[in-house]
């Protein structure tokens, strides 16, 4: 499809690891020549003339500048003259842009006719076919009846015809460089009366305006450019209103696919900035636990030292006692095993701040000492036993 408004969503979205990376949008968007004249702005005009004087005034103002048409391609926006042919109660006028000494190209038509009947006056503006395509229709329902209609019916009213051409022109007019698309959509809107209805339809009810019109129907520009017809410029589209429907229907589909689009990226960005959280947080619990693991082994290793100091000193208060009346072997013996029991004290001690330093050799040193109590206690229970022999003796 040529030269219609097109419209696109490209997306790359990648993710490298756990994180996303920049999307990229491109819209990529083409105009029109119809473009460059609002019908539904010409339609206010004309309802707020006083006269086809005032409307062609309105229409080549430079401080509104309702057209935005350089068909001749030389830099500056075409005069607009108007042209009107009446016959009984039918009233065709026509809007020529001026494009060079008895050039001219029709670009849109307004109609007018009045039923003898009922009294009631329609009024339809259409696109020229070459520029809008087929049955480009308006038909405006003013909210308050135009001035203008007073003039066309008056008694001895002559049909206006305009006495501008190429190089001559109003005092009020002059060049303007035509404006982008955009642009001329975002200004032309202020002038379009929104009390009005303007009510797109595909059928020209007049049939006389349609007879005057294929009579003088000017068309140089057609001819110097067959090849820029509206159906060749936008293939598969009958005439402009189409067109506007299709652009409108990709730029809600590509503000959809956006819109998700941004979601998609928000969320992978909340999931991997989660996922970063826990990262961190499981590396805190990491290093917490260390230190109290290693608490918890130093303690249980002091309670086990301390466990196995005050076996050995009851064992040695209990042989003690036992021993009251026994010889001064006896005390000997004591003595020495509050030596032996201070050693192994010292050497549990010792063996306790080595399982610190290496806790997985705990168990076993704790065994170890274990076992040595063990033997310090049966050597206490035989030196014991000993020197109950000496008493006897």
């Known amino acids: 499809m040529k030269a219609y408004l097109f419209t696109s969503a490209l997306v790359a979205l990648s993710i490298s690891g756990a994180w996303s990376q920049d999307v990229t949008t491109v819209i990529a968007t083409n105009y029109d020549i119809s473009d460059n004249l609002d019908l539904t702005a010409v339609a206010s005009i004309f309802g707020e003339s006083k006269d086809l004087v005032d409307f062609e005034y309105r229409l080549n103002?430079?401080?509104?500048?309702?057209?935005?048409?350089?068909?001749?391609?030389?830099?500056?926006?075409?005069?607009l003259r108007v042209i009107e042919t009446v016959e009984e109660n039918t009233?065709?006028?026509?809007?020529?842009?001026?494009?060079?000494?008895?050039?001219?190209?029709?670009?849109?038509?307004?109609?007018?006719?009045?039923?003898?009947?009922?009294?009631?006056?329609?009024?339809?503006?259409?696109?020229?076919?070459?520029?809008?395509?087929?049955?480009?229709?308006?038909?405006?329902?003013?909210?308050?009846?135009?001035?203008?209609?007073?003039?066309?019916?008056?008694?001895?009213?002559?049909?206006?015809?305009s006495p501008w051409y190429w190089g001559y022109y109003p005092t009020y007019f002059h060049y303007w460089t035509p404006c982008p698309i955009f642009r001329y959509r975002n200004h032309i809107h202020t002038y379009v009366n929104v009390y009005n209805t303007y009510n797109y339809v595909t059928v020209r009810k007049s049939t006389r305006a349609i007879a005057i019109h294929n009579r003088t129907r000017a068309n140089h520009y057609e001819k110097q450019n067959p090849d820029r017809a509206f159906i060749r410029r936008n293939e598969g589209l009958t005439n402009s209103y189409v067109m506007n429907q299709t652009r409108n229907n990709n730029v809600t589909r590509s503000s959809a696919l956006i819109s998700n689009t941004e979601g998609l990226t928000r969320s992978n960005t909340v999931g991997n900035s989660l996922t970063r959280e826990e990262a961190k947080r499981n590396v805190n619990i990491s290093n917490n636990s260390t230190p109290s693991l290693n608490s918890r082994a130093t303690?249980?290793?002091?309670?086990?030292?301390?466990?196995?100091?005050?076996?050995?000193?009851?064992?040695?208060?209990?042989n003690s006692s036992d021993f009251k009346g026994s010889s001064d072997i006896t005390k000997g013996t004591s003595v020495q095993n509050r030596g032996?029991?201070?050693?192994?004290?010292?050497?549990?001690?010792?063996?306790?701040?080595?399982?610190?330093?290496?806790?997985s050799t705990n168990s076993v040193r704790n065994s170890s000492i274990g076992n040595t109590n063990s033997r310090s206690s049966a050597s206490i229970n035989t030196t014991s036993t000993r020197s109950s022999s000496s008493s006897r003796f």
């Open 61 to 79: 103002n430079p401080k509104t500048q309702i057209s935005n048409l350089d068909l001749n391609r030389d830099g500056k926006v075409d005069y």
């Open 91 to 161: 009233h065709l006028i026509v809007l020529q842009s001026v494009l060079g000494k008895n050039l001219y190209q029709d670009v849109a038509t307004i109609e007018v006719e009045k039923d003898p009947r009922s009294k009631t006056i329609q009024v339809q503006v259409v696109g020229d076919v070459f520029l809008y395509g087929y049955n480009y229709i308006y038909e405006p329902v003013y909210y308050v009846r135009p001035v203008i209609f007073n003039t066309f019916w008056s008694r001895g009213y002559v049909a206006y015809y």
């Open 299 to 318: 303690n249980l290793t002091r309670n086990n030292s301390i466990g196995t100091v005050n076996t050995s000193t009851k064992n040695s208060i209990k």
């Open 340 to 359: 032996s029991i201070t050693k192994n004290s010292n050497n549990n001690s010792d063996r306790s701040s080595s399982i610190l330093r290496n806790s």
